[in-house]
């Protein structure tokens, strides 16, 4: 059943299976197709979420934002009247410095976990934020406060606890390749493959399930829920491909990430762009980046509309 995995034995398989490398990732994809001058609004993921508010890309409500050490003792005040929210780095990566609250109340704040913090632990969490120990490089960072995501009923039996999203590849314009991340146990209910989420790679013209790794090695049953990880398909896929389709032209680089998730109210919605994705969707996948690419430089049409390249890969890609 596992077959795949013996093109990933040796680093010249991994050549010739076409797998994409951080070094070739860097020079020959990502210098060529983005721009660092916009880097910072996929970097900064409150500037992403007022580009994407701008031309009517489904994220979720934004509820404050702590600039400044000063300003997180008026945490209750933002949060005044909310019950569950999330409290993340604007310029974390790798799910760093997430702080899900399932439950505020009574100035008591609870966890997807169920662990219990108090003010004191939330304004300690904000001050680490503030000071960068969770951003990219160090800098000293903004706190973001946003409406928590409802867990879709579609996905109840494929998650531990916490809210799975889809991970997109987005290459000039097209959606190449996907993947969805389910939490476990062991990743603290986070979608996150390096804290131990699983990764199922989807196919990228039906958001159907392909094959699933957990700490990269393959897996077919969730560990914590059981479910066959086979049976997983994403609905509303076509949107979930418009999110990633839009974000290029959003931000004009030519080689991006998409995490996306699937609200139980509002639907598919942006919750952040990556200028800078991870490769490990290829082991997800079974199947390198390279050849892929190649493919949309040869064979896929140019000048084509957001809707029109979602189309094209729905009809088309392999």
């Not at 993340?88 to 913090?117: E, N, W």
């Not at 951003?135 to 409802?150: N, P, T």
């Not at 399930?209 to 076509?238: C, E, F, G, S, Y």
Request: a positive charge; hydrophobic letters at 40%; charged letters at 20%.
């Amino acid at each position: 059943m596992w077959e795949y995995f013996k093109i990933f034995s040796s680093p010249k398989k991994f050549r010739q299976a076409g797998v994409l490398g951080m070094n070739a990732r860097n020079y020959y994809v990502i210098s060529r197709n983005n721009k660092r001058s916009s880097y910072p609004l996929v970097d900064d993921k409150v500037q992403t979420k007022k580009l994407a508010n701008g031309i009517d890309i489904n994220t979720p409500h934004m509820i404050g934002v702590i600039e400044h050490q000063y300003e997180v003792k008026d945490l209750t005040k933002i949060v005044e009247g909310q019950t569950e929210f999330v409290i993340k780095p604007a310029h974390g990566s790798q799910g760093k410095g997430v702080l899900v609250i399932k439950s505020y109340k009574d100035g008591v704040f609870t966890t997807t976990s169920g662990k219990k913090l108090g003010f004191h632990e939330v304004y300690q969490h904000i001050s680490n934020i503030l000071s960068g120990l969770y951003s990219l490089g160090g800098q000293y960072d903004v706190a973001l406060i946003e409406e928590l995501v409802h867990f879709s009923d579609a996905f109840e039996k494929f998650s531990y606890q916490g809210i799975p999203d889809v991970r997109l590849i987005i290459y000039k314009g097209y959606p190449v390749m996907s993947m969805m991340r389910l939490a476990t146990k062991e990743s603290d209910g986070r979608a996150n493959l390096h804290q131990g989420a699983v990764g199922v790679g989807l196919n990228i013209s039906t958001g159907k399930a392909l094959r699933a790794v957990l700490h990269n090695l393959p897996v077919a049953i969730h560990p914590d829920t059981n479910v066959d990880l086979m049976t997983l398909q994403v609905p509303m896929w076509k949107e979930h491909l418009m999110i990633g389709a839009q974000a290029y032209e959003m931000t004009g680089l030519g080689y991006l990430g998409a995490d996306i998730v699937l609200d139980k109210f509002r639907g598919p919605m942006m919750l952040e762009l990556n200028a800078r994705p991870g490769l490990a969707i290829q082991i997800a996948n079974g199947r390198g980046l390279k050849e892929v690419i190649k493919n949309v430089d040869k064979y896929y049409p140019k000048n084509l509309s957001a809707e029109e390249r979602v189309d094209f890969v729905l009809n088309n890609a392999k």
